[in-house]
């Protein structure tokens, strides 16, 4: 089955500045990426996801790039702010199997003001 | 408001006590599913449901049961409850044709 790791476990930024979060998937079927924002005491929410057929997309402050042949993607969130402070969680999916998302292990992020 | 719905919320129970988790959505999504999250391990599904009376074994099925008699609703059941099960359950769910799948508020199970 598909496997996705996910680096750094914590990353601690200081606010206006970037973070990058990455990650490796093993199953190159996989053709869906999305990112999951989790915030203290709730589920995750959708920020952003990507298809395979896509290398990048971008809204507002985030952006996703995929690299298809390496098979990893990654998620960057420029200008962070403090309420950029959660957990995020990367999964990926092969579509026809229905919505069977395998999440990776998670990056606790703080932005210090 | 759409949402989904858990309880309880907290959980403490003790090894051996059957319990069960609700879930309940009102957006008249087709899927729902559930995961138990882990630190360092993120999400791993358990079961999930394409539709009412279709149900199938996620990543990590071992001691758990769910039922899907009503669209809204999707319970998880643990007839024999052990203390590797104590976790951060979600349920979540989507609509037919879309991937945005909609988290509940989450479910930290303790058992002893």
């Known amino acids: ?113 | 408001e759409a949402q989904v719905t858990q309880n309880p919320r907290y959980l403490i129970t003790v090894t051996g006590k059957k319990l069960t988790v609700t879930c309940s959505q009102n957006m008249n999504h087709e899927y729902m599913s559930w995961y138990r999250q882990d630190p360092g391990l993120g999400l791993r599904q358990i079961y999930y449901s394409m539709n009412v009376e279709v149900t199938d074994k996620g990543d990590v099925p071992e001691g758990y049961k769910v039922s899907r008699k009503e669209k809204r609703n999707f319970p998880l059941i643990l007839e024999s409850p052990s203390p590797n099960q104590t976790s951060l359950y979600f349920c979540a769910s989507s609509a037919s044709g879309t991937l945005e799948q909609y988290f509940g508020p989450g479910t930290r199970l303790t058992v002893t």
């Open chain 1, 1 to 113: 089955g598909e496997n996705v790791e996910q680096h750094p476990s914590t990353l601690s930024v200081q606010e206006g500045d970037s973070a990058v979060i990455k990650c490796t998937y093993s199953d190159s079927a996989s053709n869906y990426f999305p990112w999951y924002k989790q915030e203290l005491g709730k589920g995750p929410q959708l920020i952003i996801d990507i298809r395979s057929n896509v290398g990048e997309k971008k809204d507002q402050r985030i952006a996703v790039t995929l690299n298809k042949t390496a098979k990893h993607f990654s998620l960057h969130i420029t200008e962070t702010q403090p309420e950029d402070s959660a957990v995020y969680f990367c999964a990926a999916d092969l579509l026809a199997a229905g919505n069977k998302l395998t999440f990776g292990g998670g990056t606790r992020v703080l932005v210090k003001p």
